[in-house]
C-alpha cells in the first residue's frame, strides 16, 4: 500500500533550527511536496524535490533521497509565526498525491 | 489571496438540508479537486475533474456530488449529510496532472458542521 509517515508534534525554540522528517511509500514516484497550513487557513506550496539533494528558499529548505523513500524540511532561524502544520505528500506513478498527516510545529519564545 | 477562492467560509447545515460549496480558482488551470480534511488525519481526496473531465473516486459516497461547469468553476451539492462528514472542505487547481507544473494550489476551505 502507499503511506507517508511524518511525526504528529514537534516543539522547537525561536531562533533554532528545526527539521522534520517524512518517510514515503508510492506506486511508482513523480516528485514530494512540502506544505506549511496554518489553524484555519488554507495549506500553502513550500518546496517541491523530484531529485535527490536539497533544495534551500530562504530560511526553508527540502531534502530528498529517493534510494530510501526520505525527505526533511530544515526550517532555520526559526520565527514565531512558523506555528502551524506541515504536510508531506508524494506524488504517486498516476500523478496523484499521497498526504502525510501533517507535523504540527509548535515554536516557543 | 490565494488564486483559489472558496465559499461560503462557514456552514452549518442540518441533515436534510441540501447546501452547495462554490470554488472558483484564477490561476488558468484545468484541474480542479476537492479534499476533505479531517482533524489530525491526512487530506482525503474526494473528486477530481481535469480537462473538464471526473475522475471519480469511488469511496465518496452518493450524497457529495460533484459539477464542473467550466475549468475554471467547481461545486460540490451536499444532501442528507451525517455528522461525521463535518469537516473542512478544501478545493484545490492545478495544471492537469502529467502536463507539468504538478503543484496544486489550494483555496481557504468552506467549513462544514453537520447537526
Known amino acids: 500500500g502507499q503511506n507517508i509517515d511524518q511525526p504528529t508534534e514537534m516543539t522547537a525554540t525561536e531562533g533554532a533550527i528545526v527539521q522534520i522528517n517524512c518517510t514515503y511509500q508510492t506506486s511508482g514516484f513523480n516528485g514530494l511536496f512540502w506544505y506549511q497550513q496554518h489553524a484555519g487557513e488554507a495549506p500553502t506550496f513550500l518546496s517541491y524535490n523530484v531529485l535527490d539533494g536539497l533544495e534551500e528558499k530562504g530560511r526553508f529548505s527540502s531534502f530528498l533521497s529517493r534510494s530510501k523513500g526520505y525527505s526533511y524540511l530544515l526550517l532555520k532561524e526559526l520565527q514565531m509565526k512558523d506555528s502551524a502544520s506541515y504536510l508531506c505528500?508524494?506524488?504517486?506513478?498516476?500523478?496523484?498525491?499521497?498526504w502525510g498527516a501533517g507535523t504540527k510545529l509548535i515554536i516557543k519564545p | 489571496e490565494t488564486g483559489v477562492t472558496q465559499t461560503p467560509r462557514h456552514l452549518v447545515m442540518g441533515m436534510t438540508n441540501k447546501k452547495s460549496l462554490k470554488c472558483e480558482q484564477h490561476l488558468g488551470h484545468n484541474a480542479m479537486y476537492w479534499y476533505k480534511q479531517s482533524a489530525k488525519k491526512p487530506l482525503e481526496l474526494m473528486f477530481v475533474?481535469?480537462?473538464?473531465?471526473?475522475?471519480e473516486n469511488n469511496s465518496v459516497p452518493s450524497r457529495f456530488s460533484p459539477e464542473c461547469p467550466n475549468s475554471s468553476h467547481l461545486f460540490l451539492h451536499l444532501h442528507t449529510l451525517q455528522p461525521e462528514d463535518s469537516a473542512l472542505y478544501l478545493c484545490?487547481?492545478?495544471?492537469?496532472?502529467?502536463?507539468?507544473?504538478?503543484?496544486?494550489?489550494f483555496g481557504e476551505g468552506s467549513w462544514l458542521t453537520v447537526v
Open positions: 484545490a487547481s492545478s495544471q492537469s496532472p502529467g502536463q507539468g507544473g504538478n503543484t496544486i494550489y
Open positions: 475533474y481535469s480537462l473538464e473531465e471526473r475522475v
Open positions: 505528500a508524494s506524488m504517486d506513478s498516476n500523478y496523484q498525491l499521497i
